[in-house]
């Protein structure tokens, strides 16, 4: 492809990304396609030959879109949102189109630079103290590992990394059942070994682990001969929104001389609203906290932000400093891939640059605040028709909800077919999840284009299938 080409088929690609976002209403929010039905449209050996653009382009709108979920879809009420502001997408192109490497400063001053400067913009917006600073990670799980290293680092003076975990004293960090299963993934990785993960009682309407519950654990485990490491409290979980009481957590931590990490994934977007930020009041006694703005401010994916109270500890942690990765006669420099598991490094920055100065946090506020009273509202509406029950509370925008079957025994079946319907039907997207062990359908608001429309016909979709199961209809 010459540069001529190059032009041509960029603004191609541009073109086609705005009519498909323009046109994603007119879609079904998820695929429809069966396991196998895209395999067997594609080639199953490589070409040899080079092919005309035309023809990949062609095969690609008709082979791979239909294929497609469509996560900016106004009505994604599925999971938690992989947003896409139209400006971050911007930023992304030229992002590609350099196509740095940022893992140093010297490979791209102005990514390190201005990370540094964005990492302290969004620091400011959630209300978090100065002495936090931060880095850009792809996702939450990469942050939660690093701070599960940290936490393995202190704990073990620092002899971790150098000699392994073999004959060293058995860890334990402390964490609810309402965290994600990233943190048990980083326990894996990082070698604490998931019988050490230690899963404390929750309560409460925010399912809440009890600060009570966790001192004694940790007391229990010293006394057995275990070494407690660190605590990772949840803000706004994946499941039902469960969050602890930070402040309560933090001040067990500080007893303990225990790590504090805040896994505020989702729900650490609202906090650039200055009303939700009781939901993690403490928070500024943490170690460290990680938020995504991927997934509810706007940024596209992947970009995770990682604040850190001490960076000094995070680095012992992870950098590896071999002489072609130094850089000679500057002083006062950051190299974030010391600050990371991967090496290489994204330019994440520029997306948020972009985001941030197109929208202004007020317009960011609106949004958030939207979603927040479109689902309270939608909560409200669901409660009082007949055979519909609130399982959670709204937290943030974020409820789940039941339907009554015919046959007490058959709950769980009953609405999973209901959410089978939903999904089939195609104007909307739910998930399920386990509440108390009984199946429960969620639904939030997050995608950024979404309109108090969109939510009307979730409203409509719901109580309408389910209208239809209840008397038989297909």
Not at 416 to 445: C, E, K, M, S
Request: proline share 5%; charged share 20%; hydrophobic share 45%.
């Amino acid at each position: 492809m010459n540069n001529d080409d190059f032009r041509i088929w960029s603004r191609r690609a541009a073109d086609w990304g705005a009519d498909y976002r323009e046109t994603l209403r007119e879609r079904p929010v998820r695929a429809g396609a069966q396991p196998g039905d895209i395999a067997a449209m594609l080639a199953p050996w490589p070409p040899e030959a080079p092919e005309p653009m035309e023809a990949i382009f062609a095969d690609f709108e008709r082979d791979i879109v239909p294929g497609m979920t469509h996560w900016q879809h106004p009505r994604f009420f599925a999971y938690f949102p992989a947003n896409a502001a139209p400006a971050s997408v911007v930023a992304e192109y030229l992002v590609s189109a350099m196509a740095a490497q940022c893992m140093l400063w010297q490979t791209s001053p102005a990514a390190t630079e201005l990370e540094t400067r964005v990492i302290d913009w969004l620091r400011q917006a959630l209300g978090l103290p100065e002495e936090f600073s931060g880095v850009i990670q792809d996702s939450a799980s990469s942050a939660t590992l690093s701070a599960v290293l940290v936490m393995r680092e202190r704990a073990l003076e620092w002899a971790g990394n150098r000699a392994g975990l073999s004959g060293l004293p058995r860890l334990r960090i402390y964490a609810s059942d309402q965290v994600h299963t990233s943190i048990d993934r980083a326990i894996w990785v990082s070698g604490v070994g998931e019988e050490n993960l230690v899963r404390i009682p929750t309560g409460g309407r925010w399912r809440s682990m009890q600060p009570a519950a966790l001192e004694a654990a940790i007391e229990a485990d010293r006394a057995a001969g275990f070494l407690p490491a660190g605590v990772i409290a949840s803000v706004g979980g994946t499941s039902v929104g469960g969050t602890d009481d930070v402040a309560g957590v933090a001040a067990v931590a500080a007893r303990q001389g225990l790590y504090l990490h805040v896994d505020a994934a989702w729900a650490g977007s609202a906090m650039i609203c200055p009303e939700f930020r009781h939901f993690w009041l403490g928070v500024e006694q943490a170690d460290s906290v990680v938020f995504n703005p991927h997934k509810w401010l706007g940024a596209q994916f992947d970009c995770s932000v990682h604040f850190i109270r001490d960076p000094e500890s995070l680095v012992r942690t992870l950098a590896i400093k071999p002489e072609y990765l130094r850089t000679h006669g500057k002083d006062g420099i950051v190299n974030y891939s010391e600050w990371t598991v991967p090496l290489g490094r994204r330019f994440r920055a520029l997306k948020l640059w972009f985001l941030l100065r197109a929208h202004g946090l007020e317009g960011l506020r609106l949004m958030i605040r939207n979603h927040v009273r479109w689902s309270e509202n939608l909560a409200s509406r669901i409660a009082e028709v007949p055979g519909f029950e609130i399982v959670t509370e709204p937290m943030l925008s974020l409820f789940t909800f039941r339907h009554q079957a015919f046959d007490e025994q058959q709950v769980d079946e009953h609405n999973l077919a209901l959410l089978q319907a939903i999904n089939d039907d195609g104007r909307i997207y739910l998930t399920q999840t386990r509440v108390d062990g009984r199946v429960a359908i969620r639904f939030q608001v997050g995608q950024f284009d979404a309109c108090e429309a969109d939510v009307e016909t979730a409203f409509e979709v719901i109580t309408g299938i389910a209208a239809r199961l209840a008397t038989g209809g297909d």
